[in-house]
Antibody, heavy 125, light 110 residues
Framework: QVHLVQSGPEVRKPGASVKVSCKTS????????YSWVRQAPGQEPEWMGY????????KYAQNFQGRVTMTTDASTSTAYMELRSLTSDDTAVYYC??????????????????WGQGTLVTVSS | QSVVTQPPSASGNPGQRVTISCSGS????????VNWYQQLPGAAPKLLIS???QRPSGVPDRFSGSRSGTSASLAISGLQSEDEGEYYC???????????FGGGTKVTVL
C-alpha cells in the first residue's frame, strides 16, 4: 500500500527557514517524482515545484525560485523541501505528492496520485 | 486569483446529478490534460479524475470527467452525503510552466 508520511508541524519566525520531509513506502521510490504543493488557509492549493527521484531533475515554480530547494534520499525513500526567508505569507499546510510528471513536445502531464497528510508551517514573530 | 476558474459552490439533493465546470484558456486547458481532486474537511486532496476522464482504482463510477476546448467538467451522479467537500480542477499552464489549480468548488448535499 502506498504511503507518504510527512514530518510534524513547525513554527518559525520571519526570515527563518524550514525543512519538511516526506517518507514513502509501499512502492519503488525512484520510479516516481515528487511535487510539493502548499495550501494557505481558505485558499486553493499552489504548486511549488517537482523533483524526479530517478534523475534528480528539478523544476521550481516561478513564485519560489531562489527560495526553495527540493531533494531526495533514495536510501531512506524520503523527499525533502526546504523553504527559506519565510514571511507570514508562507503560513500554510505543505503537502508532498507522488507525481508521474512529464512533458512531450505537445503537452505536459502530471497527476499527484498520492499525497502526504500535510505539514502545517506557521510563520509568526 | 487563479488562471483557471471554477464556480465557488454547487449543491444538490441526495441522488441527484451535480456538474462542476472549470474554465481556462488555450495556454492551459486548451492544450493540456485536466485532473480533478476531492478535498474533504481536514484532509489532504485526493485524486478523483486524471487525464481528463480516467478514474483511478477505487474511485466510484459516479464520478466522471470530460474536457472540450478550453473548459472541463466534473459530474457527480447519485449524489451522496459523503460527497460533501471541496473539489479542485488542475491543469498544466504553458505560460507558468507548471500545474495550476482552480479556485475550488464547495459541494453541498442538501
Amino acid at each position: 500500500q502506498v504511503h507518504l508520511v510527512q514530518s510534524g508541524p513547525e513554527v518559525r519566525k520571519p526570515g527563518a527557514s524550514v525543512k519538511v520531509s516526506c517518507k514513502t513506502s509501499g512502492y519503488t521510490f525512484t520510479t516516481y517524482g515528487y511535487s510539493w504543493v502548499r495550501q494557505a488557509p481558505g485558499q486553493e492549493p499552489e504548486w511549488m515545484g517537482y523533483i524526479s527521484a530517478y534523475s534528480g531533475n528539478k523544476k521550481y515554480a516561478q513564485n519560489f525560485q531562489g527560495r526553495v530547494t527540493m531533494t531526495t534520499d533514495a536510501s531512506t525513500s524520503t523527499a525533502y523541501m526546504e523553504l527559506r526567508s519565510l514571511t507570514s505569507d508562507d503560513t500554510a499546510v505543505y503537502y508532498c505528492a507522488r507525481d508521474a510528471q512529464y512533458c512531450s513536445t505537445a503537452s505536459c502531464y502530471f497527476d499527484f496520485d498520492s499525497w502526504g497528510q500535510g505539514t502545517l508551517v506557521t510563520v509568526s514573530s | 486569483q487563479s488562471v483557471v476558474t471554477q464556480p465557488p459552490s454547487a449543491s444538490g439533493n441526495p441522488g441527484q446529478r451535480v456538474t462542476i465546470s472549470c474554465s481556462g484558456s488555450n495556454s492551459n486547458i486548451g492544450s493540456n490534460i485536466v485532473n480533478w481532486y476531492q478535498q474533504l474537511p481536514g484532509a489532504a486532496p485526493k485524486l478523483l479524475i486524471s487525464a481528463d476522464d480516467q478514474r483511478p482504482s477505487g474511485v466510484p463510477d459516479r464520478f466522471s470527467g470530460s474536457r472540450s476546448g478550453t473548459s472541463a467538467s466534473l459530474a457527480i451522479s447519485g449524489l451522496q452525503s459523503e460527497d460533501e467537500g471541496e473539489y479542485y480542477c488542475a491543469t498544466w499552464d504553458d505560460s507558468l510552466n507548471g500545474p495550476v489549480f482552480g479556485g475550488g468548488t464547495k459541494v453541498t448535499v442538501l
